[in-house]
C-alpha cells in the first residue's frame, strides 16, 4: 500500500474508535457512505464488463456456426 493510503486508514481508524457525535462522526459517516458507493460502482463496472465479454463470445459462436452452416450449404451444393 501507499503511504497515502496508510495514513488514511489510520485516520479513519482513529475517527472510528474515538466515535464523537460531531463533525468527525458526519464525516466518517459520509466516507463509509462514500467507500459503499466506490464498491457498487466497481461491482457494476465489473458486471458490465462480464456482460459485454459473454456477449462477444456468443456473436463469435453464432456466427461461427452461421458460416460453417454456409460452408455445408455450399459442399452439399456442389
Do not use: C
Not at 18 to 46: C, H, M, P
Request: proline share 0%; charged share 15%; aromatic share 8%.
Amino acid at each position: 500500500m501507499k503511504k497515502s493510503e496508510n495514513y488514511l486508514i489510520n485516520y479513519y481508524l482513529n475517527l472510528w474508535n474515538s466515535r464523537t457525535f460531531g463533525l468527525e462522526t458526519v464525516t466518517l459517516f459520509k466516507t463509509e457512505v462514500a467507500l459503499v458507493v466506490e464498491v457498487i460502482a466497481k461491482a457494476a463496472v465489473v458486471f458490465v464488463v462480464v456482460v459485454v465479454v459473454v456477449v462477444l463470445i456468443v456473436v463469435v459462436v453464432v456466427l461461427v456456426v452461421a458460416v460453417g452452416a454456409v460452408e455445408v450449404v455450399v459442399l452439399v451444393k456442389v
